[in-house]
């Protein structure tokens, strides 16, 4: 690291102040200690929970992150009520508290705490950034109710696709064809505007004449000409090619060739160091050199055009790029990012810094070896006066392909005002952390970067070492292999022998989980797995490769294709794709009209339920799980999960954009066209099950997971630059830079810059492992000189050390129990807007209160489960609303709707499935109150509307006028609103001619039955101004109701509003249902205040 001291970190003891690092070696328990110190915040600093900042580099981390804070805080909040808390630090950091503030003082601090657990401040930088400039528009400049899009492709390729039009074009026909020829593409143009608008520079001349540079191009073309045509001239006529016969070199070189002239010039040319070359065609070489001149000349005046449109194109789009989004109040993720550094660096920077201080007291920023220059900029701008953690490793910064900046890392070491290292692995085995001790510290210098050390980690866990026939095993084996296809053999004869030999881990043996695969590519990957399938080893890939690389896309495109425009050939083509068991015989036969009426009727369900619902008939109609299964029993899995990932990636589309079947169907095509432009999570392939096998994982991927046993055989990285352009970090520029060009001072930096990395991926790879790491180094000419060839001979072999040797090819192949498999997709994240926008309820009502009910020691397990186990926040919210959105009430059985759900809001530990079940069933037969004599399992499908939209107009309207109407209603958020209201109504349902209104709430109120009776839910609705939010709902659907039914009689027609509290809802009871029907005076005055326009409803 830097030159500053690293001192030992203790999270119980490091001072509260000030700006600090902590450099968090592999496995130390960073987020344990973020957890630790978060609670000394606020027993310690009377620092409130939701003014605590914690930012993180992932969606999962954040995740993690807030389950571990709540956990603390209710285990702080335990200890001090007198029940056990789990953690003994837990209950250090208390009672120093206690003593020091006084056990009444703390108390209040805690329950505080408690109180806030809905309202941590968690984000990734993305989420952080855009949370601040949506809260402080005003101060940061940012249009009000702007969206952010993870894909900003659309934009980029039509603003491009205007430029192509415009500037290449309009190029003579003959010069744009030699320009596409030589790689000029309106993909590439794409591809450099992505990356500037990353925020890399693109290395261009300064000044160049681009009139010059294509009269260049015309005079080398021409020349080139001449030259081919001399060359064919003295070919043809001067004999030299019937020397051919007098050499057997020449002869075996150029036999073949006497009647070629371009083949004869090209073997001339990589053949002209021989001597008899020269000797035999002397003339014919002089004239080939002279062509091969010109061509080179040709090549680089094309060059200098394709980067000179490069650059002019990056120049001509960012700007008109800029403005379409600004135009749809539209952000992509690195928007959010120079938004906000440019706000708190601009000239009226003051007031908004004072906001975000004031709000946030203490600041975590976590993974901070994976930020920028523009990220810590504005960390360090608002919290620098601030209590600060920057939390990271260098050792670990391995995303420079996405902009993390090493360089920024080591300055905010030098500029902090403490520096910390953590010295305990709670990972590894004491075995394994010796060993990477010594693989790390036998090198000189082992990243390849003097102000980044290897500090040697202490064991912190006591953990068993692996055995093999009942003796310790060597925790890091380093094997030494001829070529890529040997590794991969190699690697599966060892997993193969882990699994079959008598190998211990914890008294049992091994299983195919235990072990993780670590590789660089996919390709290495794919090969891996061939090898583990051949030994009937199960295995799963985890990699970036999309699910538009799939078959499965292009299968159900053709599905799709069919049930928009249902006639014979699309039908035909749709059968044929290996999802069904239809035989071109069958499809072919006059009298077979069932596909042609099945087709119209998914042409239906399409136009009445979405693109989900018509794809899922279609797999039910065709049975096609059961014939995938049956077809291929070794990657069914994996056909079935794509299948799904294809349709969830069509229904949140179709959804977001509002798109008709036609348009989502070009933007499929398109999509599987252009597979390589998106990498978002949506569209990165997920695991095809959760069945107990070796997992093959990309070194990136494994970043922040664990793995029993690591394997991996391809850490013979390369420094060398392969590709085009070349991306580095120009020492004396703060930005990366990408370039073309490929000079020797640019090789000379991404080398350094690769190596660097590629130690550091090592570092990554080996420290996964938590019980043994087996290593494969390349030995071939190919790949023996990669970066771990030096760790490899400098270590040396010893006690925890070993060279291991070559496997023999077994006789048996592993067998394995045929269980039950059970097909779990990993997470689909898909957020579905169920906020207010424009005016809205929670524009009106300030805060939410939070109201707790007492504590229960003792209850059954499934109250246990939702009053404690269950988790709280928006996301617990969206998902819960999303399965009563899929629900059908009228079944019993709600698996499919809580997987479905839970794919859009990953929160499901699958040991909680059950108990999710039993919440819906709790709801839909709970007593909805002693006025209504039924059940929502009464209720079908066609009697509901989920998630009613609707627009009203607020012209003139007057908070004063409100709050006459609602007197327990305080809001000085506004005093006068003139526009529309906006809002989405959860559930409309109509039973026996009535309509209702039902909303789902997800709010604790306490962890006993008796905090969900009339009373307590009568002071939730008030203390969170539910009151005028079902107002609210009433007048919108009080004049939807109008304009649908002629003879609208408010009484007749309208049964009431009904909340479910659902952590209360038990079948035949009342508890957590509240219900109301206001009276209709007091609607007709609420209808008054907010204006008599007509009310525009929409389903979402």
Known sequence: MASKILLPFNSLTVPLQNTNLIEASAGTGKTYSIAILVLR???????????????????????????RIRRFVRDGYNHIIGQPASDSNIQEVVEAAVNTFGKDEVLVRLKRARQQLDETSIFTIHGFCQISLSEFAFETGQLFDSDVIEDETAIIEKVVNEYWRKEITTIEVSLLQLLKDNGLSRTEIIDVVKKALSGKKFVCKDHFDYNKGLDKVRQSEERVKQNIQEFNYRFENNGEKENVKTNGNARKSFGNLLHDADGFRGVLISKQEKDYVGRLFGNLLESALFCESTQLELEEAIKEIKYYHYNNAIINTEGEIKRIKKELTQFSFDDLITNMHSAINSETSEQLITNLQNKYKAAFIDEFQDTDKYQYEIFNTIFNDSIVFYIGDPKQSIYRFRGADIETYLKAADQVKAAYTMKHNFRSTPNLIKALNCFFTNLNDPFFDTRIKYEEVENGLNLKELTFEGSSCSPLILHSEGSKSKIAQQTSYKVLELLTQDYKIKDRSVKPSDVGILVRSKSEGNAIKEALTGLNIPAITIDDTTIWNTKEAEMIKYVLTAIVDPNKPNINRAMLNCLTSKTKEELINPNNNTDLENFRELNNTLGENGVYTSLKQFMEMYNVSEYVFNSNPDNGERIISNLLQVSEVLHKKEVQSELSSSELLIWFGKSIADNSNDKSDDYTLRLESDEDAVQIVTIHKSKGLAYNIVIAPHLDLHAEPKYSPLEYKNPDSDKYCFSYYKTNEEKNWCGLQTEQENRRLIYVALTRAVYQCIIFQNTSSKGGNGSIKKFIEAAS???????????????????????????????????????????????????????????????????QFVFEDMPRGSILGNFLHQIFEYADFQVTNHKEVIVKADRLYPIIKNK????????????????????????????????????????????????????????????????????????????????????YILDWKSNYLGSSLSDYTSDK???????????????????????????????????????????MFLRGCRAGQDTGVFFDKPELNLIEKMDAVFGKLPVRHDLA
């Not at 606020?42 to 807030?66: G, Q």
């Not at 050390?801 to 192949?813: F, H, Q, R, Y």
């Not at 007057?958 to 000085?972: G, I, Y």
């Open 41 to 67: 915040l606020i027993v310690e600093r009377n620092i409130e929970l939701k003014e605590v900042l914690m930012v993180t580099f992932t969606k999962a981390a954040v995740a993690e992150l807030e389950t």
């Open 912 to 995: 909680n499935k059950k108990d999710y079940e039993y919440l819906i069933n709790h709801t839909l037969n709970a007593k909805l109150g002693n006025d209504l004599n039924f059940k929502l399992s009464d209720i079908g499908n066609k009697s509901k509307l989920n998630e009613l939209e609707f627009y009203f107009s607020t012209q003139d309207f007057n908070m004063q006028e409100l709050t006459k109407l609602v007197p327990d209603f305080k809001s000085d958020k506004y005093s006068t609103i003139d526009g529309l209201m906006h809002g989405f109504i959860d559930l409309v349902f109509r039973h026996n001619g009535k309509y």
């Open 797 to 863: 072999a010893n006690e925890f050390i070993a060279l291991g040797n070559s496997l023999s090819e077994p006789t048996d192949k592993y067998s394995r129990k045929k269980d039950d498999i059970r097909k779990v997709p990993e997470v689909f994240d898909c957020k579905i807007n169920n906020n207010w926008q424009i005016s809205s309820f929670s524009n009106l009502s300030d805060k939410h209160a939070f109201i707790t009910g007492g504590e229960k020691n003792i209850m059954d397990e499934y109250s």
């Open 1017 to 1059: 839910l009568d002071q939730a609705i008030s203390a969170n101004n539910y009151h005028l939010q079902y107002l609210i709902y009433t007048v919108a659907l009080k004049r939807y109701l109008e304009q649908q039914i002629s003879d609208f009689n408010y009484d007749e027609h309208f049964g009431g509003v009904i909340y």
